[in-house]
Structures are given as C-alpha cells and as structure tokens.
Nanobody
Framework: QVQLVESGGGWVQAGGSLILSCAAS????????MGWYRQAPGTQRELVAT???????NYADSVKGRFSISRGSAKKTVYLQMTSLKPDDTAVYYC?????????WGQGTQVTVSS
C-alpha cells in the first residue's frame, strides 16, 4: 500500500522555525513531483511549495524567502523548512506526491504559530 506519512508539525511562537518531513512508502515504481499544501480553517487548500524530480522548486508568494523545500537523496522524502513563521502560517499542512502516476496525500500535520 502506497502512502505518505508526515511528521514535524507543532506549536511555535512567531519568528520561530519548524521542519516538516514526509516519507513515501510502499510499492513505488516512479516518483514525480512532491510538495506541500496547507489549509487554514474556513479556507481552501493552497499550494505552499513543490519540487520536481530534478529539483526544480516553486513557492507561493507568501512564503518565498522564508520556506525551503527539499528532497532526500532517495527522492522518497520531502522536507519543508519553515523560518520566520507568522500567525498567518497557522494551518494543517499536507504532503502531496505523484507516485506511480497517481496523486497521493498525507494525513496532514497541524502547524500553529502564536503571536
């Protein structure tokens, strides 16, 4: 069974940092884009950052210069390093990946930034 498992969420004060991790497991034959999305209460899920198989990255304007996405050497893990966190970054963060040409989502991890 192919799945994505996230870790690293939590509570932090404004200006602090967190690192999210997402690991893909199961019978994986191909991995393409991986990324992070987030959803705050009462809002739609939005893109945070994505990274392609060759390392090309894309960021939402709201996180540029503060967040950094990267992949592990085996390409099955994706990280999101978040710095200078703001209360507006509070949301459930979801990992996304295209595995075996199908879309997969993680279960979500809560990030709460207090002012």
């Amino acid at each position: 069974q192919v799945q994505l498992v996230e870790s690293g969420g939590g509570w932090v004060q404004a200006g602090g940092s967190l690192i999210l991790s997402c690991a893909a497991s199961g019978s994986i034959f191909s991995i393409n884009n991986m990324g992070w999305y987030r959803q705050a209460p009462g809002t739609q899920r939005e893109l945070v950052a994505t990274i392609t198989g060759i390392g090309r990255t894309n960021y939402a304007d709201s996180v540029k210069g503060r967040f950094s996405i990267s992949r592990g050497s085996a390409k099955k893990t994706v990280y999101l390093q978040m710095t200078s966190l703001k209360p507006d970054d509070t949301a459930v963060y979801y990992c996304h990946a295209v595995l075996n040409s199908n879309d997969y989502w993680g279960q979500g991890t809560q990030v709460t930034v207090s002012s």
